[in-house]
């Protein structure tokens, strides 16, 4: 940080308080319990940390314009901007696993209806409740030759851009250019691999590229790095196609938001490990709270007697609550969360092409 001083006053003024503000932001994000982090309400406050963390960017590149369109800190911005439509496939692939969890919801709506009345559970129930739970448990182990692992992520959510800003010909003309890049994904697409390519060469920039662009080399190299932090944390607790967290976070930990990042990610790594998790198909802890429910009411709807014991009843009631409570937390949270991928996508898009056009390179540059 030394480097920045070599900068104008004002440029180390916006620096500082954009570095402390990331800083405060996840420092927040990190000071909840294991049972909330990677939570529904969880991952909306992290992709509200970057939309903040993104206008502050842009008001900066704004309020230093001249040096922008200027080297090596043009190739800096432009390299972001490529960064950034890489997360735009990875948008499109959550936004399906979203859905995907969805589906799953009208499966437990199946099992609560069958097993949560009052009345004496008879046989007709128990096999209701107990195929519905067969599939829910196939659609909920991480499978990567599945059909389902495999499908082809075509929905875009370019389509009904209620949310955008601008008026309608400007959102067809910023939409139209992301077109072949992000609207469809190959069989073949690999969240993994997505987030290596987000990675890919970003480090922090040498003392020569501080001193040419007046310490705003900083600011490129600062959201890159929320940028593939926020990317990594939405593949790590949705479903979606070819799920990989091996992706390596090398962060200079004199930066003041760099340990608080890194203590998130070692966190969520570990809670990847935990025997219970590893084959999970996302770490929402959503999901988690799911599966812990799920594998009970298997084993207790698998009887041939009926009617029941009274124990066993009491039991299975009490199984079927706790899904209940699981289900109204997936259906209180998941749309609020698809809206803010929403948002992300729309914002990434404009502030590319917005950008772009800033620095003089038109829609079509490479």
Request: overall charge neutral; some cysteine.
């Amino acid at each position: 940080m030394e480097s920045l001083n070599n900068g104008s006053g004002s440029n180390e003024v916006e620096l500082d308080s954009f570095q402390r503000q990331i800083a405060d932001r996840f420092q927040e994000l990190a000071s909840v319990s294991s049972d909330d982090l990677l939570s529904l309400s969880w991952l909306r406050k992290l992709l509200d940390v970057f939309l903040l963390c993104e206008e502050e960017f842009r008001g900066i590149l704004v309020n230093n314009k001249a040096q922008a369109i200027k080297p090596p800190l043009d190739r800096l911005i432009a390299d972001f901007y490529e960064r950034s439509v890489k997360a735009l496939d990875v948008c499109n692939a959550i936004r399906d696993g979203i859905d995907q969890i969805g589906q799953w919801q009208k499966l437990i709506e199946i099992v609560i209806c069958a097993l949560g009345n009052k009345r004496t559970l008879g046989e007709g129930q128990f096999l209701r409740a107990k195929k519905a739970l067969a599939e829910l448990a196939i659609a909920m182990i991480e499978d990567k030759d599945s059909p389902q692992a495999l499908a082809v992520r075509n929905r875009s959510f370019g389509r009904n851009s209620t949310g955008s800003s601008g008026n309608s010909k400007d959102q067809n003309r910023f939409l139209g250019h992301f077109r072949s890049v992000s609207w469809n994904v190959s069989k073949a697409w690999s969240a993994a691999k997505q987030l290596q390519a987000i990675g890919s060469n970003l480090v922090a920039p040498r003392t020569n590229e501080l001193v040419a662009t007046n310490g705003l080399a900083m600011l490129t190299y600062t959201m890159g790095s929320v940028l593939l932090f926020v990317m990594w944390a939405l593949v790590a607790a949705v479903p979606c196609q070819d799920r990989g967290l091996q992706v390596q976070f090398y962060l200079p930990r004199q930066f003041s938001w760099a340990a608080t990042i890194l203590s998130l990610h070692d966190r969520i790594m570990e809670e990847s490990k935990r025997k219970d998790r590893k084959h999970s198909c996302g770490l929402l802890m959503e999901i988690h709270r799911i599966e812990k429910c799920t594998q009970p009411l298997c084993d207790l709807t698998a009887t041939e007697q009926f009617p029941i014991g009274d124990d066993k009843e009491k039991e299975l009631r009490q199984r079927v609550e706790e899904l209940g409570q699981a289900y109204d937390a997936v259906k209180e949270g998941l749309e609020p969360l698809e809206k803010k991928v929403r948002e992300v996508f729309h914002r990434i898009v404009h502030s590319r092409t917005q950008g772009l056009d800033s620095l003089g390179r038109g829609y079509n540059a490479e």
